[in-house]
């Protein structure tokens, strides 16, 4: 690789290559643990500045092992950084560590609710008063691997939240999950531009 300095141009040593794959690696981790953030939110969680964490987006792009999606949330254009791996939008994965696994709830399958127009609940026992505030309530398959949950979102739940369309936030609220629906997914790009 090469530098630009006020010298002219000059090559880039190996500690400095190494920390750029270093910083590469850290925010890959972060991007799979956490994606669909934005360079803000990615520098909030890395405690880097926005300069440091877009500049690894950057080279990660460059390598394609992330994408961009644009979205539209409150009137306003937002970047949001995936994984190339990502998951298809009917699945929902989450860590088992954040859930009570070990109890008889999340062993057996899970039960999934249609709460309002933006929310959807899923509990790993049945929720009464879910139950009764839902239009939609099913019981779902749950599998482990690699240390997550993963969960298959019933076909006309993503149909009915456009969720190949929109942005996603899943949430852990105590032994439960809650999956926010919001922001229209404008376009895939390429970055900067």
Not at 33 to 51: D, P
Not at 98 to 106: C, R
Request: charged share 25%; net charge positive.
């Amino acid at each position: 690789m090469v530098t630009i300095t006020k010298k002219g141009i000059e090559k880039m040593s190996n500690s400095e290559r190494e920390r750029g794959r270093g910083s590469d690696r850290t925010l890959l981790e972060t991007i799979d643990n956490f994606s669909g953030l934005s360079l803000y939110e990615l520098a909030r969680k890395t405690g880097w500045t926005k300069g440091h964490v877009d500049g690894t987006v950057r080279r990660l792009l460059n390598s394609k092992r992330v994408y961009i999606k644009v979205i539209s949330r409150n009137g306003r254009r937002v970047e949001l950084i995936y994984p190339i791996g990502q998951k298809p939008s009917d699945i929902v994965e989450v860590p088992i560590e954040l859930l009570k696994v070990e109890n008889p709830a999340w062993q057996e399958g899970a039960f999934i609710y249609a709460l309002d127009n933006v929310t959807i609940g899923i509990s790993g026992e049945e929720d009464l008063e879910w139950k009764a505030l839902s239009c939609f309530s099913q019981r779902i398959a749950v599998s482990k691997t690699n240390g997550r949950l993963l969960l298959k979102i019933p076909e006309n739940l993503v149909s009915f939240y456009h969720l190949n369309e929109k942005h996603r936030v899943v949430s852990v609220n105590g032994n439960n999950i809650l999956i926010t629906v919001s922001g229209d997914i404008i376009e895939t790009k390429k970055y900067p531009s």
